[in-house]
């Protein structure tokens, strides 16, 4: 393993100043006479109102304004960012007297203090013409809508027809399961400082996709492009709850133009749960047809899953598992059910999380009744091309992840029949698997890189650091391409001043940034080496600046010859040398980087002209179950995952980690419980929304192949973020039958569903 560089274990680049409280996020920013907002949310599921008291509230000391529909500016509408546009929904709060959903803001008070905005929030009555609503897929009053209808650019994935192959089959499983809805909690609260100076607007806030939100500013206050600026160089916790501008930065930036001061807006902890996106949830009927040697036949896959009534919130979670196994024939399709709340959107493996434990639970049935090994069952049907276009993978080592998880596992320790490994104490241990896949993606990205004669390096691109650790990935790739240590290299990401800003999400960050960068790199060592023939350095006269390489300051040639980059410039009379590419995907058109600099989503993959790629994963889990008081705790969990070349080893070990953490939430805990009297959600605080805590989390082991997909990119990384937590969930009821002889089909798995 190198020591510098592309897979080096090196710590992160930020570790020592985030443990040190050091970083300044978003809205830890207070400009001068800086005031503060608190939101109103509407208590009712649905409602026109009939009467707004703000007296009360205006009269707090402190308080500067009360806005309402009533007084708020009228605003233009923002386009979801799945239908085109930069919003996490299209509909605006506070632009008319109809609440559309619980939880909806209403108010939003403006005071010297954050105790007065609180203060003045909490004395807004409204009074509500209340109207029927439905926030369960499970009851009447939700609208169904066919997805490949009604938005075709979200196709279902078809190979022929499975349904009579299944019908005919030998064996088969035909099961529907359940998972939750869920929400993100971030440890940074959604806040946004907004500021005005000299007509512009700047914006301080986390962001995963800091255009969206310029662009969406830019749209909802009719402001020219030049004058909106969105700050975000960190952000505590996003995972897709930050990939599209919400409502809150849009008013923020209104009651600041209002009152003539810096606003500042944080949306409270209980608020979160209505204020912005959040997972649907999702229901999946799956049925698989084998022959008796435990070879599949036909798969299909039917999806029911929630979204809002005013925007279709895509479910695509069929693409991968249409492409995961060898399917002879396939139907993946789509119904979404309109309901009385936000719009949902992404959260950690958005479709593949739920689409996963599914899945991979019907296949642990069939493995059942076909009295075969789970994972023998699985190599046997790996997918060899894609099923669904017939074009050959970039690069597929699924069967590798599980050969090697099985082993580090002890996979072969195994007794296959359920209740067949308990303790002697009467504890019943289960031994469940789970493969996983995600669609690898490549987004529009543009590296900007200007080197100095002392050696230290600018480099700004398009990413966010959500804590996932993009800027270490970055720092090792730089380091690898132009020598320059981290300590060096000053990185600017996550400011609208350096456009694009894409939406860093879908695990493209790292795996998209590093092409431009590593191209920009090439650029830089080819003016270097043009730079020091102009200095007399005629040795370096038409290389090729891929034979080059930088070192300690140095620039290499493969004959051994040398030159100092201080020399370099000297020599040439210039101070620094600059080099900007844009990385591109195979396929993607031109227009994409206009889509992404209007800050609209452009996503490319998983299928390229000439072949299909995904990241993938093995996850191998012990379960034990005390057999009085039935709680699954896992007590140990091997994961093994092919996500092409690791750029940061630290930091792609670590969001592998964490998302055998969320696996382990989505498996046995966190649910946002429905509440079908007042509408939204009922948990909602962390008091009550099950996180996983350190007692839930026992021995995680995690391993990365590390073999480059030069297919893909020429650095040869796919994502790793999201694919992290695919089949975790599986693996953990595959686990919990396993321990207990029960099948259970809907997600979260509690103690009273093993009662
Ligand atoms: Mo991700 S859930 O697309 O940040």
């Known amino acids: 393993m190198a020591d510098i560089g592309i897979g080096a274990n090196a710590q992160r680049v930020d570790g020592r100043e985030k443990v040190m409280g050091k970083p300044l996020y978003g809205a830890d920013r207070l400009p001068a006479r800086t005031v503060f907002a608190a939101p109103v949310a509407a208590t009712v599921g649905r409602a026109r109102i009939t009467a707004l008291d703000t007296a009360a509230a205006e009269r707090v000391k402190g308080v ?15 386009d979801f960012s799945f239908a085109g546009g930069q919003a996490i929904q299209s509909h605006l709060p ?3 007297p109809e609440v559309l959903y ?26 509500y013409d209340e109207q029927p609503f439905a926030v369960e897929m499970t009851a009447a009053g939700g609208t169904e809508v066919v997805q490949a209808k009604a938005t075709p650019w979200f196709p279902d994935f078809v190979k022929g027809d499975p349904v009579p192959l299944i019908d005919a089959a030998p064996v088969s499983v035909d099961a529907v399961y359940y998972s939750a809805a869920q929400h993100h909690n971030p440890m940074e609260m959604l806040s946004t400082v907004a500021e005005w100076r000299e007509g512009g607007l700047v914006v301080h806030e986390g962001t995963q996709a800091a255009q969206a939100m310029k662009m969406g500013l830019v749209i909802a206050l009719g402001l020219p ?104 024939a396939f139907r993946g399709a789509t119904t979404l059910v309109q309901l009385d709340t936000q719009t949902p959107g992404f959260m950690r493996a958005p479709m593949e999380m739920a689409s996963f434990f599914a899945l991979e639970s019907a296949v642990d049935e069939l493995a059942e009744k076909l009295a075969m090994d789970p994972v023998e069952l699985r190599i046997l049907n790996d997918a060899k091309t894609d099923p669904i276009s017939g074009k050959p993978f970039s690069s597929r080592n699924l069967v590798r992840c599980l050969q090697r998880g099985a082993e580090r596992f002890g996979w072969s320790q195994r007794k296959r029949a359920p209740r067949s490994m308990q303790l002697s104490d009467g504890t019943l241990v289960g031994w469940g698997v789970a493969a996983g896949a995600y669609p690898a993606y490549i987004t529009p990205a543009i590296a900007r890189i200007r080197m100095h004669a002392d050696g230290r390096v600018e480099l700004s691109v398009g990413a966010h650091e959500m804590g996932q650790g993009i800027r270490s990935a970055i720092a090792a790739v730089a380091e690898e391409e132009l020598g320059v240590p981290a300590g060096r290299l000053r990185l600017l990401i996550g400011d609208t001043i350096v456009p694009p800003q894409h939406v860093t999400s879908g695990a493209t960050g790292a795996a998209t940034v590093s092409i431009p960068i590593a191209k920009a790199s090439l650029r830089l060592r080819q003016t270097l080496a043009e730079l020091a023939v102009k200095g007399g350095r005629t040795v370096f006269a038409g290389v090729d600046p ?152 026992r021995s995680l082991e995690v391993e990365l192949l590390d073999t480059p997909d030069l297919m893909f990119s020429e650095i040869g990384a796919k994502g790793v973020g999201e694919v992290a937590c695919v089949g975790a969930a599986g693996a953990i009821a595959n686990a919990i039958y396993h321990a207990t002889g029960k099948r259970v089909r809907t997600l979260p798995v509690r103690i009273e569903t093993l009662l």
């Not at 500067?64 to 923002?78: E, G, H, I, Q, S």
């Not at 749960?273 to 698989?288: G, L, Q, V």
């Not at 996850?619 to 039935?630: A, K």
Request: net charge positive.
């Open 64 to 78: 500067l304004a009360v806005f309402t529909y009533r007084n708020m500016d009228r605003l233009k509408k923002v």
């Open 94 to 96: 506070m632009q008319a």
């Open 102 to 127: 619980r939880g909806e803001c209403i108010a939003l008070s403006v005071a010297e203090t954050p105790e007065a905005a609180r203060e003045a929030a909490s004395l807004v009555r409204a009074t």
């Open 225 to 328: 492009e030049d004058k909106v600026r969105v700050i975000s160089p960190y952000i505590g916790g996003a995972f897709g709850q930050r990939g599209a501008i919400s409502p809150h930065t849009i008013l923020a930036a209104v009651a600041a133009r209002r009152v003539g001061r810096p606003v500042k807006l944080t949306v409270p902890r209980a608020q979160i749960f209505h204020a912005t996106s959040f997972r649907a949830a999702t229901e999946h009927r799956i049925r698989i047809g084998a022959d008796r040697d435990g070879r599949f036949v036909g798969g299909l896959h039917l999806v029911r899953s929630q979204t809002s009534r005013f925007d279709l919130m895509p479910y695509t979670g069929e693409e991968t598992t249409s492409r995961t196994y060898g399917w002879p």
């Open 546 to 697: 891929t034979m080059t390489r930088l070192r300690g300051g140095r620039l290499h040639l493969p004959s051994g010859e040398s030159v100092s980059v201080a020399d370099i410039f000297a020599g040439a009379r210039v101070h620094h040398a600059d080099a900007e590419a844009s990385g591109t995907a195979p396929g993607m058109s031109p227009d994409s980087f206009k889509q992404a600099a209007l800050g609209k989503v452009a996503f490319f993959g998983p299928e390229f002209p000439t072949h299909v790629s995904f990241s993938y994963i093995a996850h191998f889990v012990e379960v034990r179950v005390d057999p009085l008081v039935p709680r699954a705790r896992v007590t140990r969990m091997v994961s093994v995952a092919d996500c092409g070349r690791v750029l940061s080893r630290r930091t792609a070990e670590s969001q592998l980690l964490g998302g055998l953490v969320w696996g382990i939430g989505s498996a046995l805990s966190e649910a946002s419980e429905v509440d079908p009297r007042f509408g939204g959600f009922l948990n909602n605080n962390i008091a009550e929304y099950q996180i996983p805590v350190n007692a839930d989390v």
